[in-house]
């Protein structure tokens, strides 16, 4: 099979919606001359009303989308940056979101919110680092995170056909990663987990790029006899519960990896529904790695200490396992 | 509700809107309204005549005092009752309540809880239109107050950029809750929207032909393909900014100058220039007056009639496509 960028993945994911559906329209930042290669090509391939480039007004450009999706279309707004949604959190959270069920399910909202280069690393301090999907799933916005250029397809395709809103956040630090993508149409379901990692002794759940970092922790605990099974939700709203419940029962133990905040976080969410419906298969206390409750500083040092990796994961799953507790000072900020 | 010139159309949807809120009032004190209502008394003119000049397929987007916008763009007051009283039977079947009224199939795209927030929808369904080649004109109808919301100035340039099919109407009543427009809006309105290149007009809001007349110009204009404007309607509501059961009403402004606006009343004024153009039959005011008050008579107890959601429907309609355990409920049973 040939191999495709998680970027070029997207990008390919747009064509196909926007050739097989004529009402389907990407608008945007920069959509023509994009600083990344996701839209590249649409604007050469379809009609000028369907690949729009806006001004720098990302509340006016979301609620344009939900009306443009109230009349009939299936606008994919892209934010170059996933906290440029926090200047159009009325039209996402207020609007958007609440607009089915306080008319009474009048109306179809397809809207996808398209959250590109979200996530830290690299200096992007405070203001272009957060991983914003609690806020998403909080306020009921239907919410995806791909962790692999298969699944970007997939699940871009899924987000752009669903009838709801939904958030698609793709993690800056995946965008360059490349694997094989089937070249047909597909679209990957939401609510449907996958497991990366088979494993017998513990369960890593893990989103967006702390997949690969779980999977690199799994390796290494393998040489140390411990089986990590890696879980990967794919579509944090809904939520696959079913899919975890199994492989908690079956594993006995939870880590939860999450590069967001850590109070009522993912991670906490997640925990808490598994504490809820497998405690009688819980053999130790579930552990959350999560990010910092602080800004994200621009200075490389203090901005590791405040991200989760693949240590800090390594070191939740030997605390769980109970082999040893974590290194002292290797996870200071994440308690 | 029908495009329509006559003045007699016009007198009959206004009294419609004035006696509408007349009930609703008395419904926020008898206690069957739980919520806020916020009167559209006073403003008649600016819903009537805007819509008047919109055909069925046009879309607006409205505000929290959207009852007048919704009932002058055709929307069943029976339905509407039904809605403000909680019941199944009501546009959004008991989910929205006076604030969030909607009737897609009549081009109301919902009234709007957040100031502002309409304008950027109309702006996204007017595109739609226009990639499909149907001639709809889209209008935002939204107060002083929305003025001052970026979203809405953002609104401004992006309708201009793309030369959307918009006609932006801007209800000035003078105060937003209590705080004056003169104080909040250095510069006034309609200079504002000029300021964005968008072809500006201030007219009489209390004046039913002056705003039927400037919004058939605007919208003429939008649907031939030539853009979108704006128009400024001077107007007062006579309310408070809004009455529920319990509160208390502030009024803020004197009572000379609540004297002087109930002089420049909208109805009154048609009403009078019906008399001098015309003349009114015997009768015929009160026939007209009567049928309205008989009709919205019904509608109340249309809505009252109706029943309440059951209890086992609360999580319905959060989305299109639901998941097995999804929307979750808040405990497990």
Same mark, same amino acid.
């Given at each position: 099979m040939r191999t495709l960028t998680y970027v070029a993945a997207l990008n390919e994911a747009l064509h196909q919606a926007m050739a097989e559906d004529d009402s389907v329209?990407?608008?945007?930042?920069?959509?023509?001359?994009? +600083?990344?290669?996701?839209?590249r090509g649409l604007d050469e391939r379809f009609a000028p009303g369907r690949v729009l480039d806006m001004p720098i007004s990302e509340a006016a450009f979301t609620g344009f989308a939900n009306g443009a999706a109230m009349a009939g279309l299936r606008p994919v707004v892209e934010f170059q940056v996933a906290s440029l949604i926090f200047p159009a959190f009325d039209q996402i959270v207020n609007q958007a979101a609440?607009?089915? #069920?306080?008319? %009474?399910?009048?109306?179809?909202?397809?809207?996808?919110?398209?959250?590109?280069?979200?996530?830290?690393?690299?200096?992007?301090? %405070?203001?272009?680092?957060?991983? *914003?999907? *609690?806020? #998403?799933?909080?306020?009921?916005?239907?919410? +995806?995170?791909?962790?692999?250029?298969?699944?970007?397809? =997939?699940?871009?395709? @899924?987000? /752009?056909?669903?009838?709801?809103?939904?958030? #698609?956040?793709?993690? @800056?630090?995946?965008? =360059?990663?490349?694997?094989?993508? *089937?070249?047909?149409?597909?679209?990957?379901?939401? @609510?449907?987990? +996958?497991?990366?990692?088979? =494993?017998?002794?513990?369960? /890593?759940?893990?989103? %967006?790029?702390?997949?690969?970092?779980? #999977?690199?922790?799994?390796?290494r605990l393998?040489?140390?006899?411990?089986?990590?099974?890696?879980?990967?939700p794919r579509s944090l709203l809904p939520f696959d519960k079913a899919g975890l419940a199994a492989s908690v029962a079956k594993t006995g133990r939870l880590v939860v990896a999450d590069d967001s905040g850590r109070t009522c976080g993912f991670a906490a969410e997640v925990s808490?529904?598994?504490?809820?419906?497998?405690?009688?298969?819980?053999?130790?206390? /579930?552990?959350?790695?999560?990010?910092?409750? +602080?800004? /994200?500083?621009?200075?490389?040092?203090?901005?590791?200490?405040?991200?989760?990796?693949?240590?800090?994961?390594? %070191?939740?799953?030997?605390?769980v396992m109970g082999h040893t507790e974590p290194a002292p000072g290797s996870t200071p900020v994440h308690g | 509700m029908s495009e329509t010139g006559d003045p007699l159309e016009w007198y009959r949807r206004m009294q419609r809107l004035r006696r509408f809120e007349a009930r609703a009032a008395a419904l926020v004190e008898s206690g069957e309204i739980v919520g806020a209502v916020h009167e559209y008394t006073g403003e008649e003119a600016v819903a009537v005549g805007v819509c008047a000049a919109l055909r069925e397929d046009d879309i607006i987007t409205s505000?929290?005092?959207?009852?007048?916008?919704?009932?002058?763009?055709?929307?069943?007051?029976?339905?509407?009752?039904?809605?403000?009283?909680?019941?199944?039977?009501?546009?959004?079947?008991?989910?929205?309540?006076?604030?969030?009224?909607?009737?897609?199939?009549?081009?109301?795209?919902?009234?709007?809880?957040?100031?502002?927030?309409?304008?950027?929808?109309?702006? !996204?369904?007017?595109?739609?239109?226009?990639?499909?080649?149907e001639d709809r004109v889209a209008v935002p109808f939204f107060g002083d107050g929305a003025m001052n919301q970026g979203v809405l100035l953002e609104s401004f340039n992006l309708a201009v950029l793309l030369s959307l099919p918009v006609v932006f109407v801007c209800e000035n009543n003078g105060i937003a809750i209590t705080s004056s427009t003169e104080e909040m809006t250095? !510069?006034?309105?309609?200079?504002?929207?000029?300021?964005?290149?968008?072809?500006?007009?201030?007219?009489?809001?209390?004046?039913?032909?002056?705003?039927?007349?400037?919004?058939?110009?605007?919208? $003429?204009?939008?649907?031939?393909?030539? !853009?979108?404007?704006?128009?400024?309607?001077?107007?007062?509501?006579?309310?408070?900014?809004?009455?529920?059961?319990?509160?208390l009403p502030r009024?803020?402004?004197?009572?000379?100058?609540?004297?002087?606006?109930?002089? $420049?009343?909208?109805?009154? &004024?048609?009403?009078?220039?019906?008399?001098?153009? &015309?003349?009114?039959?015997? !009768?015929? $005011?009160?026939?007209?007056?009567?049928n309205v008050e008989g009709e919205l008579d019904a509608a109340v107890e249309f809505a009252r009639a109706g029943r309440r959601p059951d209890a086992k429907t609360a999580l319905d309609f959060m989305y299109a496509a639901t998941y097995p355990d999804f929307p979750a409920r808040g405990w497990e049973p």
């Open positions: 329209m990407v608008l945007g930042e920069n959509i023509r001359n994009g +600083v990344r290669a996701e839209t609440k607009l089915r #069920l306080m008319l %009474g399910g009048q109306g179809r909202l397809p809207v996808t919110f398209f959250l590109m280069g979200a996530g830290a690393g690299g200096g992007r301090a %405070g203001q272009h680092s957060d991983n *914003p999907y *609690p806020f #998403l799933m909080h306020a009921g916005v239907k919410t +995806v995170i791909p962790a692999t250029p298969e699944d970007a397809k =997939g699940l871009l395709l @899924a987000a /752009i056909f669903e009838d709801d809103p939904v958030a #698609l956040v793709a993690p @800056a630090n995946l965008l =360059g990663e490349e694997s094989e993508v *089937p070249e047909e149409a597909y679209r990957t379901p939401l @609510a449907h987990g +996958v497991r990366r990692r088979e =494993g017998r002794d513990v369960t /890593i759940c893990a989103v %967006g790029h702390l997949v690969p970092a779980a #999977l690199a922790a799994a390796e393998a040489s140390a006899g411990m089986e990590a099974e890696v879980w990967d808490s529904l598994m504490a809820e419906r497998c405690f009688e298969f819980l053999k130790a206390p /579930i552990k959350r790695v999560t990010r910092a409750d +602080v800004t /994200i500083s621009y200075s490389t040092p203090i901005e590791a200490a405040a991200l989760p990796g693949d240590e800090e994961i390594e %070191g939740a799953v030997r605390a | 505000t929290h005092r959207g009852h007048g916008h919704i009932l002058a763009k055709g929307g069943e007051p029976r339905r509407m009752f039904a809605e403000l009283l909680g019941r199944e039977s009501g546009y959004n079947r008991g989910r929205g309540g006076s604030m969030h009224i909607a009737d897609f199939s009549r081009g109301i795209y919902g009234a709007n809880g957040i100031v502002g927030a309409g304008a950027p929808m109309a702006c !996204g369904a007017a595109h739609a239109f226009r990639t499909r080649a250095p !510069g006034g309105v309609a200079p504002r929207a000029a300021g964005f290149g968008l072809p500006s007009r201030s007219v009489d809001g209390m004046d039913v032909r002056a705003v039927h007349e400037a919004a058939t110009t605007a919208v $003429r204009r939008a649907r031939a393909g030539g !853009g979108p404007s704006f128009i400024e309607c001077r107007t007062v509501r006579y309310s408070v900014h809004n009455i529920a059961a319990g509160a009024e803020s402004r004197s009572e000379a100058f609540m004297e002087a606006a109930r002089r $420049r009343d909208p109805i009154e &004024r048609l009403a009078g220039e019906l008399d001098r153009e &015309r003349g009114w039959r015997q !009768g015929e $005011r009160t026939e007209i007056d009567e």
